[in-house]
């Protein structure tokens, strides 16, 4: 086995059973993966394990493969997660921990968006490094992006019937300070529908329910490293629910007239992003503006 090029890109040839693979690998991680696969298969015949057997059927196959990093401390739980999801994965990593407490794993293309899966129910730190493709499909221009896969969340703007806009105020760790926003939430698996969501979210944090929830459309948070999609809603005909809110959740409920929430917005004393998109998309609905 040798490598050649440079750290955007690696070309790796391994003999495997005396026919020669070579593996392109691209992205910023290209070299550092380059280097774990020499390490790794140059020790094959030292300790002949499954990873080993493992590793030498994923690059055998021809078909694209795809590497993750996942922290030290989460690879116990991402193996079960990988094992009743049907991923099959190679861990690439030498007797020392890395310096940096990640772990590099490879697994089949066709399977990546079920590690995203896997990544977002359960919190697992992880990043998409480097793609990997066995050379032989022709030359193809890509380039590696990292980012953080979502499922998506829900905003809702509750009008009452005389006109008043229901927000919560809450203190948000990440900003160090309490922020007033309109009521959301996320979508807690893949395929819940945006409308179920708004309504659970809406009686959950607002303590109403509507009957009426108009979509506005949705939105982007973040999307240079971050797929989620915020969708948008205002809720109209709303009635007295029961808010029942997580452990972990405190917050005020707030009412304001829309001149009052678009002075608040111009003042800057409502900076939440979502809050202010959801605003403008109803506009045209609110009373007084």
């Known amino acids: 086995m040798y490598n050649s090029g440079d750290a955007a890109e690696q070309v790796v040839r391994i003999s495997l059973e005396g026919t020669e693979v070579a593996l392109k690998l691209t992205g910023s991680a290209a070299k550092n993966i380059a280097a774990m696969l020499y390490a790794v298969w140059k020790n094959r015949d030292k300790n002949k394990t499954k990873g080993h057997q493992r590793l030498s059927a994923m690059l055998k196959s021809g ?15 991402f193996a079960l997660e990988a094992k009743r999801y049907g991923v099959v994965y190679c861990a690439l ?20 968006s079920k590690i995203n899966r896997i990544v977002e129910r359960f919190k697992l730190a ?10 032989q499909g022709g030359e193809k221009k890509t380039a590696t ?23 919560v105020r809450q203190y948000r ?11 959301a939430g996320k979508i807690e698996h893949d395929g819940e529908s945006p409308d179920y969501c708004a309504a659970r979210e809406l009686e959950e944090e607002a303590g109403v329910t509507a009957s009426e929830i108009l979509p506005l459309g949705y939105t982007y948070t973040s999307p240079g490293f971050c797929s989620e999609r915020i969708y948008l809603y205002l809720a109209r005909g709303l009635q007295k629910g029961k808010q029942h809110l997580d452990d972990d959740e405190f917050m005020n409920v707030e009412y304001y007239t829309p001149k009052e929430m678009e002075d ?18 109803a506009r045209k609905y609110l009373p007084g503006l």
């Open 264 to 281: 608040l917005i111009d003042k800057n004393e409502i900076t939440d992003a979502k809050t202010i998109a959801a605003f403008e998309k």
């Open 93 to 112: 990593r030498g007797k020392e921990r890395s310096a940096d407490g990640m772990v590099d794993i490879m697994v089949r293309a066709e399977d990546a």
């Open 173 to 183: 760790y990440a900003a160090a300070q309490a922020m007033l926003e309109v009521p």
């Open 63 to 77: 078909k694209e493969l795809k590497v993750f990093t996942v922290s030290e401390e989460h690879l116990k739980q």
């Open 126 to 135: 992880t990043v998409d490094t480097v793609s990997i493709d066995d050379g």
């Open 145 to 167: 992006r990292e980012a953080v896969w979502h499922f998506g969340a829900c905003a809702i703007l509750p009008l009452t019937n005389d006109g008043k806009i229901i927000l």
